[in-house]
C-alpha cells in the first residue's frame, strides 16, 4: 500500500548496494579486502555473511546481481492474494474516511470499527 519494500528486503537490497561499493571502489585495497571477504572470507567475515544472507534469501550466487527491481518482484511474489485483497480494501476505506470517496451506508464509526479490525486481523 505505501509501495515501500518490507523492512528485512530494504535492508538486504541497502546492504547489498554497501557491498557493492566496496567490490567496485577505485582503491584496490578496498576493492581487494571486499573480494575477499565475500568470495573467501565467507562467514568468518561480517561482509561475506550479509553477502551470504542476501544472496541466499534471492536464490542468486552473486551480490552483483541482488538489484532494487529483482527484491522488489521478489518481494510482490511472496505477497498473498488474501493479503493484497485485504490492503486494497483497506486502501479504500481509508479514502472513504478521508472523503475522497463517497459511501453513505456507513458512519464514520463504522469505518475507523472496519479498519482497525483489518490491520489487526
Known sequence: M???LPLLDELCCRTSLFIKSFLESDSPIVSAVARYD???GRMNSHVGRNAFFCCSRYAVTDILS?????VSHSADAHISTQLGASVLLL???LFV???VFNCSVLSSHDIDDLID???IS
Open 2 to 4: 505505501s509501495n515501500y
Open 97 to 99: 474516511r478521508e472523503d
Open 91 to 93: 486502501l479504500e476505506l
Open 66 to 70: 541482488v538489484t532494487r527491481i529483482m
Open 38 to 40: 565475500v568470495h573467501y
Open 117 to 119: 479490525f483489518i490491520c
